[in-house]
C-alpha cells in the first residue's frame, strides 16, 4: 500500500513562516493537494496540483514540489492558521486515493 | 452555492450494515463525481471510494472491497454509501467530498465536502 509520509507536529511563532512536508515515491508524477482541518469543521482544500491557491486562500499559503517531496509553506504564520494540515495524492496507478499522516500546526 | 449535505448521526451493533446519503446542491450533479472519506476519532482521513452519479460507476479501496457499496439517485442528486459487516474500528465520521473537475475523468481531489456523518459501532 502506497504512503505518504507528513511529521506529525510543526510549532512556530506568530509571524515566522511553517514548513510541512510530504513525502511519497509518486509524487514526481502524481500531483499533491493539501488541506486544513480545525477542530470540529471538515477539510478545506488550501493548495491544489501542488502549487496552485484556490480562490479564498490567503497568499501566504504557497507550495512547492522537488522530488519525492512536496512541500505546503505558511508565510507569516497568524493565530487562526492554528490546524491540521493533510496532504494528499494518489498512487502509480492513478486509481487510489490516499492521505498522509496530518500534521498539526501549533502557533506558539 | 454548493452544498452537500448528508444524513444524521447513526449507532449500530457489530455485524451490522449502515448507508448514509450525501445530498448535493447548487451544481449539475451529474457532472462531478463523488467521494467518500472517513476520519476515525482523533485520526487521520481516509479514502474509501469513488462514483461516477452519471453512469453509477464506482471504484474503492481495496481495503474495503466487498464491504462497500456506493449508489446514487439521480432523481434526488443523492449518493449513497453502504458499509456492511460493521465492527468496532468503523466507529468514525463518514464523508462525502465532491470531486475537484468536472467531467468524465476525475481529479482524485476534493473541493466541496458535506459536514459528516458519525457511525458509531457498539455492542
Known amino acids: 500500500s502506497y504512503e505518504l509520509t507528513q511529521p506529525p507536529s510543526v510549532s512556530v511563532s506568530p509571524g515566522q513562516t511553517a514548513r510541512i512536508t510530504c513525502s511519497g515515491d509518486?509524487?514526481?508524477?502524481?500531483?499533491a493537494y493539501w488541506y486544513q482541518q480545525k477542530p470540529g469543521q471538515a477539510p478545506v482544500v488550501v493548495r491544489y496540483?501542488?502549487?496552485e491557491r484556490p480562490s479564498g486562500i490567503p497568499e501566504r499559503f504557497s507550495g512547492s514540489s522537488s522530488g519525492t517531496t512536496v512541500t505546503l509553506t505558511i508565510s507569516g504564520v497568524q493565530a487562526e492558521d492554528e490546524a491540521d494540515y493533510y496532504c494528499?495524492?494518489?498512487?502509480?496507478?492513478?486509481?487510489?486515493?490516499?492521505f498522509g499522516g496530518g500534521t498539526k500546526l501549533t502557533v506558539l | 452555492q454548493v452544498q452537500l449535505v448528508q444524513s444524521g448521526a447513526e449507532v449500530k451493533k457489530p455485524g451490522a450494515s449502515v448507508k448514509v446519503s450525501c445530498e448535493a446542491s447548487?451544481?449539475?450533479?451529474?457532472?462531478?463525481?463523488m467521494h467518500w472519506v472517513r476520519q476515525t476519532p482523533g485520526q487521520g482521513l481516509e479514502w474509501m471510494g469513488i462514483?461516477?452519479?452519471?453512469?453509477?460507476?464506482?471504484d474503492c479501496a481495496q481495503k474495503f472491497q466487498g464491504r462497500i457499496t456506493m449508489t446514487r439517485d439521480t432523481s434526488s442528486s443523492t449518493v449513497y454509501l453502504e458499509l456492511t459487516s460493521l465492527r468496532s474500528e468503523d466507529t468514525a465520521l463518514y464523508y462525502c467530498?465532491?470531486?475537484?473537475?468536472?467531467?468524465?475523468?476525475?481529479?482524485?481531489?476534493?473541493?466541496?465536502w458535506g459536514q459528516g456523518t458519525l457511525v458509531t459501532v457498539s455492542s
Open positions: 462514483i461516477n452519479p452519471s453512469d453509477g460507476s464506482t
Open positions: 494528499q495524492s494518489i498512487d502509480s496507478s492513478g486509481l487510489y486515493v490516499f
Open positions: 509518486a509524487l514526481p508524477k502524481k500531483y
Open positions: 447548487g451544481y449539475t450533479f451529474s457532472n462531478y463525481h
Open positions: 467530498a465532491r470531486d475537484r473537475d468536472a467531467g468524465t475523468t476525475a481529479s482524485r481531489s476534493f473541493d466541496f
Open positions: 496540483k501542488d502549487s
